[in-house]
């Protein structure tokens, strides 16, 4: 059986997602590439095994804006993966019109948290199994625009307050719970949880969302999750936010526990969990 450490990393048809994938294979780990369009994936692991030669890649599709598609590709994963080390979610959107996925939620906030939460649930048995000496990652890709997010406890779709930046930045507050509330609900020796800005990056995303503004390299964008996705010791506690590579402490709404445990038990309830 291969010794390499495997990770899983969403969104890496694309963007810091797909240089996250890139370092991690060129790094000697075992890479699992993950996308929404299954042609992106295809062509994403096409041209990753012509630059690393040697690289060991694998992919899946599925959209984590349907619950149901996310059941259907964690069910693939466990099948096909005997261990798994590494969950990064790193897929994103930044929607520019309030639409909803298969549970009537709005997409933002389902393909951003709801689908990611579901994914980390489903594979979190496999990730606890796997820890070795060493504890299993889940490594949330947030932004510093959770700081600007609040959590709408009873209206997490916006009915009456979306905009774009309002659903974008609730879901990226939400990131930065979720890592925080698996950081209180897991050892650390089995698994430790972070979250993260990536920096203003040049993408699809960063131009759907905030217009022609020139941001840092992919590269630049995928430091912090290679970093802790690979690094052998887990320097920092599990919980940790970083912006721009630095642990930082995240904004106040972020640690505020009534509003932490409440998100919780809505995504486990619209999670059917
Ligand atoms: N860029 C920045 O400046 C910046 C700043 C702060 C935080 N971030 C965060 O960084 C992460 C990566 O974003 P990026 O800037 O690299 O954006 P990107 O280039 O647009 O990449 C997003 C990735 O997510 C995938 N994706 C989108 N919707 C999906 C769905 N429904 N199901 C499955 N996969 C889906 C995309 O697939 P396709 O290839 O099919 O589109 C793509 O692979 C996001 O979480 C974002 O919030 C980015």
Redesign the pocket.
């Known amino acids: 059986m291969s010794e390499r450490r495997v990770a899983l990393v969403?969104?890496?048809?694309?963007?810091?997602?797909?240089a996250t994938v890139r370092a991690l294979a060129a790094a000697g780990m075992k890479v699992i590439v993950?996308?929404?369009?299954k042609v992106?994936v295809d062509v994403t692991l096409a041209t990753l095994a012509g630059e690393l030669p040697g690289a060991e890649l694998e992919g899946v599709s599925?959209?984590?804006?349907s619950l149901a598609a996310v059941r259907n590709g964690a069910a693939q994963i466990l099948e096909r993966l005997p261990v798994l080390h590494v969950l990064v979610n790193?897929?994103?959107?930044?929607a520019t019109e309030r639409v909803f996925n298969d549970q009537d939620v709005e997409l933002t906030f389902g393909?951003?948290h709801l689908?990611p939460f579901l994914l980390t649930e489903l594979l979190l048995p496999r990730l606890l199994e796997s820890a070795t000496t060493v504890p299993s990652r889940v490594i949330d890709?947030?932004?510093?625009?959770h700081a600007r997010g609040r959590i709408h406890l009873n209206d997490l779709s916006l009915a009456t307050a979306w905009t774009g930046y309002a659903a974008?930045a609730q879901s990226?507050l939400a990131?930065v719970m979720h890592a925080l509330s698996l950081a209180e609900r897991h050892e650390p020796e089995k698994l430790v949880a972070y979250s993260l800005?990536?920096?203003?990056?040049?993408?699809?995303?960063?131009r759907?969302g905030f217009g022609p503004i020139a941001?840092a390299a992919?590269e630049a964008?995928a430091k912090t999750s290679v970093r802790l996705a690979s690094e052998e010791i887990a320097s920092e506690p599990s919980g940790t936010y970083f912006s721009d590579g630095v642990a930082t402490r995240p904004a106040a709404s972020a640690l505020d526990p009534s509003v932490r445990s409440g998100l919780w038990d809505a995504s486990m309830q619209l999670a059917d969990l």
Do not use: C, E, M, W
């Open positions: 969403t969104g890496s048809t694309d963007g810091i997602g797909r993950h996308g929404r369009s992106k599925f959209d984590l804006g790193n897929a994103g959107i930044f393909v951003n689908g890709v947030s932004s510093i625009a974008y990226k990131n800005h990536p920096g203003v990056i040049s993408t699809k995303l960063l759907q941001g992919v964008g």
